[in-house]
């Protein structure tokens, strides 16, 4: 049991307690963070003149010598230390001597973990946003391609009005361009250094906390010791933000879902995305889809449990606080592999662009418009809604589509009808015709591809 105290302690820990209270298992994902804020701390310590140029050399040195071997895998994390930070500075000691004690000089293990878990997540937010940076540009490419690929517009899950493939795909660009501000947003907010801030109430020695932050790519200290140890509210964010992707995600692999099904067959997914049936050899199932939908719940479990680890904690650091650990990393987790697997999925998913077209004919997608049609020429809209819906009626007892009603047909419900009432009708129209900005139009869309594409140009993935 290797542990940074025990001075005033005349017993060993129980192994029980040691083992419960040990955070190694999950914390030494961060050995590179923890290494990375000591050589900062040690400069900076150098600098104030609290540490000899030597002392900081040795120090500096040992700790990348550690860092080379835990990479080469000649040095591993093992149980025997209770967290990371006590491995590493063991480790130092065992290699450099008495140098190696002065590393924590001017610092706490509560500023520290702060610290790296903060230098992880920032890390961890630049992966996320290139990600569904990665998703948007697939996204892009299908907006761009289907631009005339008709298919239903769905309200209740019934047919409504006719859409293309290239809008339904451009209200998902919407929902992750909106997840990516998001991580944009606690980037910047978050990017405050915490190290500096000791225990709980900063320290004697004249640390130089703006160098610190400088050094390690943050915007500047943060302003308040007590606060600094204990604030997690930016993982907190991060859930929440994750949690709203992976609902974006869910929706979206529910569609997949009900696309793929026999009775739609809208999509096909890749035979490399799919699984099969270890009974019913005809099956093919979308497996990825509803793997990332049934993890969503699991994301937003992590937020719902730090919100509640830490609505009770009185200030400063407790160790309650430790708990943050395993949930953030297992989202995190869990997040970036859902969005991974789902772009791979979607780009390589097969649209049956004949078979949306047909959905979107005979799901009397184009009532609204023939009552549009019949407005344009005097009728009054509510006459034109029931004048419509008897047409509806009538074609549902002939199991046949609006466009394919002789004109007769029209004009003994209303003579208003001309032949004209084809191209009125036909799904180009309907949807060529729909040109605000935000609509389905092939002119309004266009503009909105250009938007987004100078939207990505503009937004390149978050750096490190
Ligand atoms: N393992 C601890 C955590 O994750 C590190 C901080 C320990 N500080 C302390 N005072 N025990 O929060």
Redesign the pocket.
Known sequence: MAQLWGGRFTKETDKLVYNFNA?ISF?KRFYRQDIRGSIAHVTMLAKQGILTEEEKEQITDGLNGILRDVENGSLPITDEYE?IHSFVEANLTARIGDAGKKLHTGRS??DQ?ALDMKLYTRDEVTELDGLLRELLEVLLILMKENTETFMPGFTHLQKAQPITLAHHMGAYFEMFKRDRQRMKDIYKRMNLCPLGSGALAGTTYPLDREYTAELLGFDGPTLNSMDSVSDRDYLIELLSAMSTAMMHLSRFSEEIIIWNSNEYKFVEIDDAYSTGSSIMPQKKNPDIAELVRGKTGRVYGALMSLLTTMKGIPLA?N?D??ED?ELVFDAIDTAKGCLALFIGMLRTMKFNAERMEESAKHGFTNATDAADYLVKRGVPFRDAHGIVGQLVLCCIEKKIALDDMTLEEFRAISPVFEEDIYDAISMKTCVETRNTIGAPGKAAMEKVIAAEEAYLAENPKLQR
Do not use: A, L
């Open positions: 955070s914390d967290d293990r509560n973990v650091y160790k606080m430790q650990k």
